[in-house]
């Protein structure tokens, strides 16, 4: 059996047609991994304690957002993005 390898983000292999796009509404786009650094974010202003941490492992998170969702293509529309600009 052959090892699958993913393609990169941002490669359009895994994203439907545009003609099937064009048929579907398609919602806005948060990533599992800035979805998840907004919570550590959230925690962190809360668990002062732990805040260092927490946002440590939040930017960890956002700097491995792959941007894109992989069978859309829509942009991650997270706030980290535009900061890093």
């Known amino acids: 059996?052959?090892?699958?390898?993913?393609?990169?983000?941002g490669d359009?292999?895994?994203?439907?047609?545009?003609?099937v796009l064009a048929l579907?509404?398609?919602p806005p786009y948060t990533s599992t991994a800035c979805?998840?650094?907004a919570l550590l974010d959230t925690a962190g202003s809360t668990r002062q304690d732990q805040a260092d941490g927490l946002y440590a492992w939040a930017e960890r998170l956002h700097?491995?957002?792959?941007?894109?969702?992989?069978?859309?293509?829509?942009?991650?529309r997270c706030g980290?993005?535009?900061?890093?600009?």
């Not at 052959?2 to 990169?8: E, G, K, L, N, Q």
């Not at 359009?12 to 003609?19: C, F, I, K």
């Not at 980290?80 to 600009?85: A, G, K, M």
Request: proline share 12%; glycine share 2%.
């Open 1 to 9: 059996m052959t090892d699958w390898t993913p393609p990169p983000p």
């Open 12 to 19: 359009r292999r895994e994203q439907l047609p545009d003609d």
């Open 24 to 26: 579907i509404d398609i």
């Open 35 to 37: 979805e998840t650094a």
């Open 63 to 76: 700097s491995r957002c792959r941007l894109n969702n992989k069978f859309t293509g829509i942009l991650c």
């Open 80 to 85: 980290c993005h535009q900061r890093s600009r």
